[in-house]
Structure formats: C-alpha cells, structure tokens
C-alpha cells in the first residue's frame, strides 16, 4: 500500500506529541501502571436459580444478587445469565433474557398502588389498605346489582357479566390458580388470558 | 407442544410455517440447529417475509398471509396421489377406514348443515361415522368404500392443485412442489418432520384449521407420537401454557374440563354428553374419566361445602350462554354493557385489536383495576400523548386503581413451559417500593370480598364465602401448599378396589396419579392433568436432575411434565401394532415382550400387551386419532381454504362462500373490513427478536436493539408508492391510520396472486407511548375485530391496508 | 504482578520489551458462525448487560442495525446484508466487533505505555488507565473497531470478557448465543469445529464455505464460519485480506525518531502533565488529532 503524503503529514504531526510517551523511556512507569483485567463481578454474589419470565421456552436463569442475603444486607440484583443445567436453554439467553436486568430495575416499574379520580389528568398515590377496600367495594357493588342468578328460561346460571377479568400468562401456576378461584367464585365469565393474544 | 423443545434435535425435517422461531423462540430454535449440525436435518420456511428464521433455512418460500389452509391442503393432495403417506400407521392409528354417514357432504364451500339465518353449521349429525348396532363405528379395513375418511379427504383436496395452490397463495408453484418433496421424504419409518408454529398460524378466521391441517398432514406421514416429529405449538408467554391449563379463560375450567353451559341445568344434564363410551370395540375413551376429574376439582374448590346431595356445589360455578373471549368483551365494553374490568399483567390497550373500539369500551367503564409490573398503555389510556393517544382526560369519566406487582426473580412458584413441564423458581430478591406478588393480591382481594359476604350478604355469597382458603397463611399463601392443593390428596382412605383390605392411600395422602381420582367425594385435586406434580416424594417441579439416559433429549427426571411426566405425547404410536417400533432409527417406546420400554412414560399402563392394548389416541372415543373431524370444529371436519375478512380476492375455490361462513361478527363491526378496491395491500403483523410483547420498550436495552416502529415492504410496493427506505409514511386500513417509519428490503419478495402482482407488507407489534423505544402509534389502531370460528383468536395476520408517504408525527418521537 | 496471574501479558504497547513468560498457557478463540446466526442481538445484550454500557437509545435508520455503528458502548453490532442473486435471496448476519489480531494494528499503533495489551492466551485488551485517547488504535484496526468515548476519552472495544476469561468462563456474548453461532475456547478446538461445520455447509451447497482465520494479521482469536468465504466483503465489508495500515509501521519505523528529534516544549510539558495530572487532562491537541485520525468515527 502507498504512503500518500497526506497520510504522512498527518501521522508527522500526531506522532510528535503521542510517540513520545513509550520512546521517552517511561516504560518502566507504564509497568507500574499496567492494570490486570476488569475484576470478576459475580465472585461472592449471591446465586439464585428463577426462569425468564418472556416467551414459553421459559429458559433457566441464575439470578446474581448483591449481598449474601445476611440480616443487613439488602438484595439488589445485579446482574442475570442463562442456567448451564437446564436442558432446553442449556446456559444461553436471547436478547430479551440476557436484558432482563433492565426489566427488573425498569425506571417503567410500577412501586406503590396509585388512584385516578374520574375526569382527572393524574395518578395519586394511595395505600394499599384505601386500594383493596376500595376495589373490593366496587367488586360487590356492581356484582351485586347486576348479578345473573337466572336466565329467561329459569335456569340457574348464577354469573356475572359486567365485570371482567383479564389475566396475566406470566404468573406462577400458583398465582394463577388462586386467581381461578378468586373470579371463579365471584361468577365472572369475562375472563381471558394471554393465550389467543 | 405434542413434543418438546429438546426433542426437536431428533428431527430430519423442520417445518416453520405459521411463526418464527428464530425470532420469538431463539433458545428452543437452538435445537433446530442443533439437529441440522448433528442430524443433518433440513429446514424449511414457509411465510410472507424472509424471516430471521428464513435467514438459516435451507428452502425459503413467500406465502401470502392468510393461504395456509391452501398450501398445507396442497401437501395432502401431493402426498396422498403420489402415495407418500405411512400406510400402515394411517390405517392403524387413524380414523382413515372409518365410514363416514351418507348424508355428509361438502359443496361450494359448505358442509352439510349450513343454516344461512344463523350463520352456523346448525345440524352437523351427519358430520359423523356409521355406527353398527352395538353403537361402534363401521370400518373398512381395505380402505375401499368412497365413505371412508380417507377418501373423502382425497376428495377434498383434490381442488388444491399445484396451480391452485399457486393461485391463491403466490407460492410459486416449484418452490410449493420441491417442498412436497421433502415433506414426502419423511413418510418413511425411519425419518421424521417436525412443525413449529406459532401465532402466525393461530390468528386468522381459520386459525384452529390451520393447525389441524397441519396434524392431519402428520398423521399421514406417521409423525405423530415419534421422536423428531409433532405438532408443535411454541406458546407466547413464559407461563401461557401453565395458564392456559390453570383456564383464565371463560368457559374452561382447569385441566381442559369444561364450565357447564345454559342447556346443562343440573348436574346430570351436564354429566350426561360426557360419558364418552367408546366407538371402538376395547378401546378406552379415556374422558370417560371425567366425573372423577371434576368432582375432585370442585372438593379442591369448596372442601366440604361440596357434597354429593349438591351434586358437588354444582351451582357454584357460573353456565355461560356465550363465550366471553376479549374480542366478546371489548364489544361489551364499547357498547356500554360492562362496569369494571382487571387487567392483571395484560395491556389490552394494545393486545386487542381495533384499538379505536378497545378505547371507546375503556372510557366506557365505571372502574378498572390494573395489576402490573410496569407501566402500561392500558392503565393511561386516558392521558394525552399527542397524536399516538389523543384524548381528553376531562372527558374520561373511568376511576382506576394501578397496583404495583412484584416480577420475575422477586417470587418463587412453579410455572409450565411450552413442552409441558413445570419447573419451579425461586425468589432471588425484594420487589420495589411497595409492590407485592400477585398471590398476595388476589388473597387480599378474596378476602376483603369474603369478609364483606359474610357480613353483609348480597347476591349468592355462597361461592364466594364457601371458596376453599385454608392456608397456613390465609394472606400470604405458600406456593408449595398452593401447588399441592392443586394435585391432589386422599380426603379419607382410598381402599383398593382389587383388594378391599388393602389402602391404597390414607387420608391426606398427596394422590402420585389422577388414576386415583375419584367421584365419591374421597379425593380433592385441583387440576387433575397436574397430578403427580407434588407427591408424598416431594415437589416434583423442582427436580434439577439433567440426566438423559436415552440420548433423546427426554430428561426424565426434571421437572415435572403433565400428563404422568410423559414428554412426548402419543408415543404409543411410535411403535408399530405389535408393539415393534417402526424403525430402530427412530425407536422411542416399545413393547419388549412382557411390558412398554423405553425412555418415557408409555401413554398407558406399562404391562398391558399389544394385542389387549388400546389405541395411541386414548383422549378419544375411537382410540384413533382423526383425518376426519366428526363434529369437534365448528366449520367443518375437513380444513378448508377461506379469505381473510378483510379478503384480497373473492375465493377461487368458491367466490360465493369466500371467507368462513361461521365466523362470528358483532353487529358494530359489520362495516369494519376492508375491501381491495380501497386497500390493495396485504398487511401481517409480527413479533421481533430484540422485543417481547409491549413489555421490553419498557427495557433500556431492549430500546437500543430495536428502537422505533417501522414497516417492512418490498421493493417494488416502494417503487410504486415513491416510498425511499427511512421514509415517514402512512399505513391506513378501514379501521384507522397509523404512521411508521418505511423499512424497504427485499426480504418481502415479489408474488403473483391469481394472476396479478401482489403486495405484502409487515408491522411489528411491540410499539406504543409507554416505555423507552421511541413513542408510536400503536399498530392495533389497523387491525379487525374478529376472531377464529373455532376459539375465537383475532384475526391479526391477515388484513388489507393502503400506504403512503406522510409526514413525521406532529409530536416528535423523542423518548 | 498480583493482577496479571490469571492472564499473562505476551505484549504490552508502546514497550520495547516483551515481558519474560515462564508459563505457558492455551491460545483461545472465539469462533463466529456467520451460517448459523439467526441476528437476534442476544450478544448485543449480553455484552451490553455484563460490561454495564448504557449506549443511548437511537432511531430506526431504515435497517436491523441497532446501534448503527459500534461505539464506545457498543463493543458489538450486528450486521445484516440482504445478498440478492438471481431469485435466491440470503440474509447475511455477521457479528462485528474486535477480532482480537495475533499481530494487532491497534497495539502496534499505540503509543501509551501498557494502553493495550496482548495476553499469552491471544486477548487483546485496553487498560484504560493507561489510555491518552489519541486514537492510534483505531488507525492502525485494520477492522475499525475501537471507538473513542466523549465522556472520558478513552478507546473501548470488545475485552473478549478478559475479566469471564480469567476465572474460566466463557464470553458473555459467547454464552448467551441460542444457536452455537458463537463458540468459545481453544483456538485449536475452534479450528478443528470449523472445519465440520464448512464440511456441513458445502454439502447444503455452500461450495465456498470456509474459515475466516487472516493471516494478513497473524491470524485472528475472533475467527468467522462463512458461507462464502471467497468473498468476505459480502457480510457488511469484512476486509477480505486485513492487514496492519503500512502507516503503522512507518510511524513506529521512520516516524517516531523523525518525531524525537522535532519535539516541542508542548508536547512534553503534555506528556508530564498527563503523567503527573492524570489521563482527564491530557492535552486536547493530543485528542483532536486522535479524533482527526480516528476519521471522525465516534460518539
């Protein structure tokens, strides 16, 4: 390849004042400088065993949190990496797992439960006590006055149909069967998941 | 998943069609590549774009969205005139020789039984077998009589021609046939071909169709039951499955059981259609089992206000006259028929489609109460965001209550992958502020509205006061007496039918089977096809033993995967009649001589010989498995190829019946489809790598790999509309408009649909004006409310658009 | 050497002496299969997770390419090519980053004591401390890898996870990828991988399928699986025969005395401020050239 004389001038001119730095003889001082490789963060984290909470491949994780979960230590993860162990990820993650930090600690993540009067431009914060006190009224009133214990025919039906229920697919099977059992007892029929959407 | 996500590494032949694996599932795609390293296997796909998926494919080929009924009837038509079906295994295992009734019949797109006024297959009797008159179906084993159901399949696909196929879907007719071929080349006993499907199958008026074409062609190849093959079903979200089978849904109850319905006044009437005998001399039918199931759910349900003389608080459970699916209660919504509604952990916002119709039902709601990690569309609908939410809060006259829910790594449970195993996790960390877990919530909600009954009364507090709760910590239930409850203990001794004197387990013993389900009241068990999960042995879901004895990616021993732990399904059907496999290639579980081996749970009890043994397809009556459907789908036995709603041509096949005649819908959306007149274009809607669902716009990094909406089309669809890559243009369709940014690519390939250029074009779904990624419209704005006939999936695959150049959104996109 | 036993240093830059080795240790390698990627960014994720990058959030600029280019916090991109010939189409996904050269241009180039180090195990690293930000690294790349950062003036490329290494793990990219299209360990196992997987891709018709290992620079410890590896400069403009810019050599060879002898009182009393103030206050004559060399190419 050849050497134009603007490729020249330019690495003249540059090299005057960086070349310097190792020809000057200070390799000594670099040696003493010389820093080893990053240090390996996860050394003494704290290593839990959870599943990617996307798509159904459902990928093992380890979970690395800050602290060794001892009485003054407050768990903070800190990092998450797919499970060698597990047969089907087999250690590895897709772009959404492998993120899924980000998703943890999202700036998005809802904290406290927040209320928003009818015709208001705003959320305010509330407690937990006023949120479940005030849903669980507004649960029995309307179920109460638009409850279906028969239909025309005179068969009992005992359903309720203008309340409805949207569930989460990313629950715990627990979680979701307690949920079952929660709008099922209540007779609600407008109930879905994620599945068809 | 018939199969499992570690079994596709023992395929020959992967069939992507109707999704994308690559791109959705990346880490169960890895056994794609993993069996095209080591198996040598070979992938096809089949879909409107050069997908991530297509990018490691051996053979590509374009379809138009919403023809994969034509293209798979194709494959059936090519397999059966070219003999390259597994004869002794259709024969034997499916309902092939079974005769099917005289007066069933198929003309100008309809079955027999249409009734016009009802928009429905009102009388679907004929759409069964002849009976003989010990009430078992007729058979001819010499495949002869027209009647049988493989000749009628041969007849109804004949129409699907290479030319035809061509026609209607734009595959070009030599890419169709060179992937007959190598479909064909898996009819063979010792090779096998997988699918892998998704929503692009799932979300069309034809959805459940779709995939039953796709069973069938399975079954024909005998790929049903053998390692390497299947129908597999790669489900969305990290639980859906365990969801799905835990039935968040509206006329389910958990374990595929069903609520009873308004023609089921008493229990008897409901128990009565589901005896289930069998239509085979010696086979099983095993839903006759079902009365055990049930009862033993509602004991799990309502303890010991469950009784014999209440039929098992039968009138507890609500009987649905409908189904209340999301697009039946959107339409509610919107038409002012609904007061309250939860969204815990689903942004209906932009799930649903039409979302101009999910806006107008929100605003129409007294109250909703959103359950959710994050931030949602759905829990602002009623705040202004410039022109991607333009709306006055003045004016929304909904109260709503955000609850914060703790996510991933804050709570420990078990959840069930797409292969059917449930694993458990652990809790690695507080939620932040406040949040709590969803079981705390709904035990507080429960509660709150069970102390409320008791005390004041109101409309049937039985159900609600009755409802099981007793948990060591009523509040803050523990998963592990939760998972429990949900498979099952022994309410008093179960003696053992066989030897009266024997117990075969004591009272508030876990039950290790659903064999020992019963219907007197003896057991409880939440949901039955769990049973076994969590035994006297401990909780099975937390096994971590990665073994593989067999080599076959089966890993017995981790986890736990319903039904009895079996990972492949049917697997009975991977050995021939005599109980020899069907190849050593392809050996998977045998009879050895005196008992079922191998490396999985037989689908039955292990000791039974072959010639005393039923069919593989003990769920039906027949113990075969079903070419012809009998009248277990709402618009036919037999798939058949219909336009989208919003159709692009009239049907070739039928012009006068071009899209499903049974398709459900709702009076406010009879003018909502579009015509090609007004939209020449066809659009799908898709799902990216970098992206999950509306949730990661939420995640920095997530934002970074995919940062704004855009809409792929091809080069020529550009040309056309002077559209240049980077482009701000305008996607309109007979529901609204939406503006994107144009990406231009040749990964949208030029087709030709009967007989004229046509245009695809492509919008990814995860956009919004929540998150990080750059604030968009959302792309629900341009798809229609309707859904599948059989289960009601919106039509989100296939709907016709225009485009054109537009200017950027008035409110700049900045984050 | 306390923070050094876990990867010795084969070579350091801008010093004329190599480090004695009494220890001898495996080369390892990195193996990209271009024919297996399916472009899902999982390594972009990986990397940004582990390394704790925030790169910003951009724009969609009518492509996959997310970020479009590398940067200081993107030490890996992907990059897709849509490869038309007659009615076959092939979507080409490569993964770009530092090829970590056996005979690196940027340590060649450097002129910072000890900035960039080569390990016995064939990493190649940048020790920030040491870095002056001039940009000689990303002149002498003959890949265009490292990029400058406008926060702190320092060069940042891929470490090959140095730090994952050194305790026996595998990169965080490697680790993550779903499909195997990235492999981690000994150069030769990589090599001897590489070889049955071009042995696949030539019976699926790939007659040109091959290893991307340049010897223009020694041979590489990132090497890729190509599908054409006649014609490298079809994934996104891998050089096809990368060698160290000749300018490199001239200025270590010709150059640096020419530059001795011309030094002024400035770029000495730079030098010692930098020495004696620390890297932030490096003269900004220093970085402007390095940025001029760099051709303008960071953020």
Redesign the interface.
């Known amino acids: 390849?050849a050497?134009t004389r603007r490729?020249?001038m330019?690495?003249?001119?540059?090299?005057?004042?960086?070349?310097?730095?190792?020809?000057?003889g200070?390799?000594g001082?670099?040696?003493a400088?010389?820093?080893?490789?990053?240090?390996?963060?996860l050394?003494r984290a704290?290593e839990?065993?959870?599943?990617?909470?996307?798509?159904?491949?459902?990928?093992?994780?380890l979970?690395y949190?800050l602290g060794d979960k001892s009485k003054n230590a407050k768990?903070?993860?800190i990092?998450?990496?797919?499970d060698p162990?597990?047969?089907?990820?087999?250690?590895?993650?897709?772009?959404?797992?492998?993120?899924?930090?980000?998703?943890?600690h999202?700036?998005?993540?809802?904290?406290?439960?927040?209320?928003?009067?009818?015709?208001?431009?705003k959320?305010e914060r509330?407690s937990?006590d006023f949120?479940?006190?005030?849903?669980?009224?507004?649960?029995?009133e309307?179920?109460?006055k638009?409850?279906i214990?028969k239909?025309r025919?005179g068969?009992?039906?005992?359903?309720?149909?203008?309340?409805?229920?949207?569930?989460?697919?990313?629950?715990?099977?627990?979680?979701?069967?307690?949920?079952?059992?929660?709008?099922?007892?209540?007779?609600?029929?407008?109930?879905?998941?994620?599945?068809?959407? | 998943m018939t199969n499992s996500w570690n079994d596709i590494k023992n395929t020959d032949l992967v069939l992507i069609m109707g999704g994308n694996a690559a791109e959705a599932h990346p880490c169960g795609f890895k056994w794609v590549t993993e069996a095209k390293a080591n198996n040598g296997a070979k992938l096809i796909v089949v879909d409107p774009r050069f997908t991530r998926s297509a990018a490691v494919a051996d053979v590509y080929a374009p379809i138009r969205p919403g023809t994969d009924i034509a293209f798979l009837a194709g494959v059936m038509r090519y397999l059966l005139s070219n003999n390259k079906i597994h004869q002794e295994y259709v024969k034997a295992f499916t309902n092939a020789a079974f005769i099917v009734k005289e007066g069933f019949a198929f003309n100008d797109g309809l079955f027999a039984g249409f009734d016009a006024d009802r928009k429905a297959y009102a009388d679907r009797s004929t759409w069964d077998y002849e009976l003989d008159e010990q009430g078992m179906a007729k058979v001819d084993e010499t495949l002869q009589n027209p009647r049988c159901a493989i000749n009628l399949l041969k007849a109804h696909v004949e129409r699907y021609t290479p030319e035809m196929v061509e026609r209607i879907t734009g595959t070009p007719k030599a890419k169709f046939l060179q992937i007959c071929e190598m479909i064909a080349t898996t009819s063979v006993p010792d090779r096998t071909m997988t699918s892998m499907y998704a929503l692009g199958w799932t979300q069309h008026t034809t959805g459940a169709q779709n995939i039953r074409s796709m069973a069938m062609i399975q079954l024909l190849l005998g790929n049903m039951g053998m390692p390497g093959g299947g129908v597999n079903a790669l489900r969305g979200h990290s639980n859906v499955q365990g969801i799905t089978d835990l039935a968040l849904l509206s006329t389910s109850t958990p374990g595929y059981l069903v609520l009873p319905n308004d023609r089921e006044a008493t229990y008897a009437d409901y128990m009565k259609p589901r005896a289930f005998k069998p239509l085979r001399p010696g086979q099983t039918s095993y839903w006759q089992n079902y009365e055990k199931f049930f009862v033993s759910q509602q004991k799990a349900l309502f303890g010991t206000a469950a009784t014999k003389d209440n039929d098992w608080a039968y009138d507890y459970l609500p009987k649905f006259d409908t189904s209340y699916d999301v697009l039946k209660m959107v339409d509610m919504m919107a038409a002012g028929q609904m007061n309250g509604l939860f969204c815990q952990g689903l942004n209906i916002m932009l799930a649903s489609p039409d979302k101009t119709k999910v806006m107008t039902g929100l605003a129409k709601l007294k109250w909703m109460v959103v359950i959710d990690p994050l931030e949602t569309e759905t829990a602002r609908f009623w705040e202004n965001h410039g022109e991607f939410n333009n709306v006055d809060p003045k004016s929304i006259q909904t109260e709503i209550i955000q609850l914060p829910a703790s996510a991933y790594a804050e709570e420990e449970g078990s959840a069930t992958n797409s292969s059917r195993v449930i694993m458990w996790h652990w809790k690695a960390a507080d939620g932040p502020g406040e949040s709590r877990s969803d079981i705390e919530i709904v035990s507080d909600l429960h509660l709150r509205l069970k102390a409320l009954y008791a005390k004041d009364g109101g409309a049937f507090p039985d159900p609600i006061v009755k409802l099981t709760w007793n948990y060591t910590r009523p509040r803050h239930p523990d998963p592990a007496e939760v998972l429990k409850e949900m498979n099952g203990y022994a309410l008093e001794d179960l003696p053992d039918p066989a030897d009266p004197g024997k117990v075969l387990l004591r009272a508030g013993q876990l039950l290790p089977s659903f064999a020992l389900m019963r219907a007197d009241g003896k057991t409880s068990g939440g949901i039955w096809i769990y049973t076994g999960v969590y035994t006297e042995a401990g909780n099975m879901s937390m096994r971590r033993d990665a073994s593989d004895p067999t080599g076959l990616g089966i890993y017995p021993k981790w986890g736990f995967s319903w039904p009895a732990n079996r990972r492949v399904l049917y697997n009975r059907a991977s050995a021939d009649p005599s109980g020899k496999p069907w190849s050593e290639r392809k050996k998977y579980v045998w009879w050895n001589g005196s008992r079922w081996t191998g490396g999985d749970v037989p689908d039955y009890a292990p000791t039974v010989a072959p010639d005393k043994a039923v069919g593989p397809f003990i769920m039906n009556q027949e113990g075969t498995a079903r070419l012809f459907a009998r009248a277990a789908m709402p618009d036919g036995p037999f798939p058949e190829h219909y336009e989208p709603m919003d159709a692009y041509i009239a049907n070739p096949l039928h012009p006068k019946v071009s899209t499903n005649p049974v398709v459900r819908v709702f009076a406010a959306d009879a003018k909502s489809f579009g015509t090609p007149d007004k939209f020449p274009i066809v659009a799908t809607s898709y799902r990216l790598a970098e992206h999950f669902h509306y949730w990661t716009k939420n995640v920095h990094d997530n934002a970074v790999l995919q940062p704004e909406l855009f809409v792929e089309m091809g080069e020529r669809l550009a040309k056309a509309k002077d559209i240049q890559n980077g482009d701000w243009v305008e996607i309109s369709s007979q529901r609204g408009a939406i503006k994107a940014k144009a990406c231009v690519t040749k990964r949208i390939r030029p087709i030709m649909v009967d007989g004229k250029p046509c245009d695809v074009l492509g919008l990814p779904i995860h956009y919004g004006f929540i998150g990080f990624a750059r604030k968009a419209h959302p792309m629900n704005v341009l798809t229609p409310s309707v859904g599948d006939a059989s289960v009601n999936t919106p039509e989100y695959k296939a709907f016709l658009v225009d485009v054109k150049k537009t200017t950027p959104p008035a409110q700049p996109a900045v984050a | 050497m306390a923070t050094l036993q876990s990867l010795d240093i084969r070579r350091r830059s801008a010093s004329t002496e190599a480090p004695p080795q009494i220890r001898s240790t495996i080369e390892v390698a990195k193996l990209i299969d271009v024919s297996k990627c399916i472009g899902c960014k999982a390594c972009q994720a990986a990397c940004l997770e582990w390394n704790d990058l925030k790169q910003e959030i951009g724009y969609f600029e009518g492509t996959y390419d997310n970020p479009t280019d590398l940067t200081p916090a993107s030490w890996t991109v992907m990059r897709f090519t849509e490869y038309e010939h007659g009615d076959d189409l092939e979507w080409l996904i490569r993964k770009d980053g530092c090829m970590h050269c056996d005979d690196p241009g940027c340590l060649t180039a450097c002129p910072a004591p000890g900035a960039i180090v080569q390990y016995t195990n064939g990493i190649v690293d940048f020790v920030s401390e040491n870095c002056i930000g001039c940009g000689y690294c990303v002149k002498g790349c003959p890949f265009n890898i490292p990029r400058i950062s406008k926060v702190d003036r320092k060069a940042y490329k891929c470490t090959l996870c140095s730090d994952r290494v050194a305790v026996g793990q595998a990169p965080a990219c490697a680790k993550a990828c779903p499909t195997q299209a990235i492999y981690f360990g000994s150069k030769a196992d990589m090599i001897a991988h590489a070889e049955n997987r071009v042995v696949d891709l030539k019976s699926r018709g790939f007659k040109n399928a091959g290893l991307y290992d340049p010897p223009g620079v020694g041979g590489t410890h990132v090497m890729y699986v190509l599908h054409h590896a006649d014609k490298p400069s079809l994934y996104a403009g891998l050089p096809d025969d990368p060698e160290i810019s000749p300018m490199v050599g001239l200025w270590k060879g010709v150059m640096k005395p020419i530059s001795l002898a011309a030094i002024a009182f400035a770029g000495v009393f730079g030098f010692l401020h930098y020495i004696t103030k620390g890297p932030n206050e490096v003269s900004e004559a220093d970085q402007r050239k390095g940025d001029d060399l760099a051709g303008g190419k960071h953020s």
């Open positions: 390849m050497v490729q020249f330019t690495v003249s001119a540059a090299g005057l004042a960086a070349s310097s730095v190792g020809a000057l200070f390799v001082a670099g040696d400088l010389a820093a080893g490789v990053r240090p390996f963060k050394e704290t839990t065993r959870n599943a990617c909470p996307y798509c159904a491949v459902a990928c093992g994780v979970v949190s768990s903070s993860i990092h998450v990496e797919g162990d597990h047969p089907v990820n087999r250690g590895t993650l897709c772009a959404r797992g492998a993120a899924s930090l980000g998703y943890i999202s700036a998005n993540r809802l904290k406290y439960p927040m209320h928003r009067k009818p015709g208001t431009d959320f509330v937990w949120a479940m006190e005030r849903i669980a009224k507004l649960m029995k309307d179920r109460d638009n409850f214990a239909n025919d068969v009992t039906v005992n359903r309720w149909l203008s309340t409805g229920f949207f569930g989460g697919s990313s629950l715990s099977n627990e979680a979701g069967y307690l949920t079952y059992k929660f709008v099922r007892s209540t007779g609600i029929l407008g109930f879905e998941d994620q599945a068809r959407i």
